[in-house]
T-cell receptor, first 115, second 113 residues
Framework: AQSVTQPDIHITVSEGASLELRCNYSYGATPYLFWYVQSPGQGLQLLLKYFSGDTLVQGIKGFEAEFKRSQSSFNLRKPSVHWSDAAEYFCAVVGASGGSYIPTFGRGTSLIVHP | GAGVSQSPRYKVAKRGQDVALRCDPISGHVSLFWYQQALGQGPEFLTYFQNEAQLDKSGLPSDRFFAERPEGSVSTLKIQRTQQEDSAVYLC???????????FGPGTRLTVT
């Protein structure tokens, strides 16, 4: 069975500071990995995804993530945070099992941005 | 419409009532997923359709939950005899294929009193 751990429930950063949100997964093979962002009252929006190939993935809004197989991690980074980045961030893993792609989401990390 | 839409956005039901939640996916998207999101948690998978076929319903918490997508487009999640523990946000998402990125609707917040 696949699982996702986001160890940080809340992260507080100052505007302009760098950001790293942690994500660890458990899956028997190489999974498909996603980061989504959810603003209050909104649905989830995809930031970036990893299927295969280059392990450093660029996404929207200046975000990037690096897939590290040896650490079973897919951490999300941004070099300079903007106040509008304050939101809930979810890491998700999709593993093909018998052709049924069931996503598993982490519990989320709430990002607070101080001016 | 360009995105996934859900209706109603908010629903208050008395315990024991039946509710129906609607999802309009992006036109042409083959795959449609339903999730339940409790407060402070990530989305939990409920069920998944490929066109009109319900390929996986392993996440439905009880036989009170039922989903359908009869023409392979609009989907309805029905909850019979609602209980307080059913209170959550119900999210719908669609995608071109099951493994692709998913496009989420804004969700329906269900409160059972």
């Amino acid at each position: 069975a696949q699982s996702v751990t986001q160890p940080d429930i809340h992260i507080t950063v100052s505007e302009g500071a760098s950001l790293e949100l942690r994500c660890n997964y458990s899956y028997g093979a190489t999974p498909y990995l996603f980061w989504y962002v959810q603003s209050p009252g909104q649905g989830l929006q995809l930031l970036l995804k990893y299927f295969s190939g280059d392990t450093l993935v660029q996404g929207i809004k200046g975000f990037e993530a690096e897939f590290k197989r040896s650490q079973s991690s897919f951490n999300l980074r941004k070099p300079s945070v903007h106040w509008s980045d304050a939101a809930e961030y979810f890491c998700a893993v999709v593993g093909a099992s018998g052709g049924s792609y069931i996503p598993t989401f982490g519990r989320g990390t709430s990002l607070i941005v101080h001016p | 419409g360009a995105g996934v839409s859900q209706s109603p956005r908010y629903k208050v039901a008395k315990r024991g009532q039946d509710v129906a939640l609607r999802c309009d996916p992006i036109s042409g998207h083959v795959s449609l997923f339903w999730y339940q999101q409790a407060l402070g948690q990530g989305p939990e998978f409920l069920t998944y359709f490929q066109n009109e076929a319900q390929l996986d319903k392993s996440g439905l918490p009880s036989d009170r939950f039922f989903a359908e997508r009869p023409e392979g487009s609009v989907s309805t999640l029905k909850i019979q005899r609602t209980q307080q523990e059913d209170s959550a946000v119900y999210l719908c998402a669609s995608s071109w294929t099951a493994a692709d990125e998913q496009y989420f609707g804004p969700g329906t917040r269900l409160t059972v009193t």
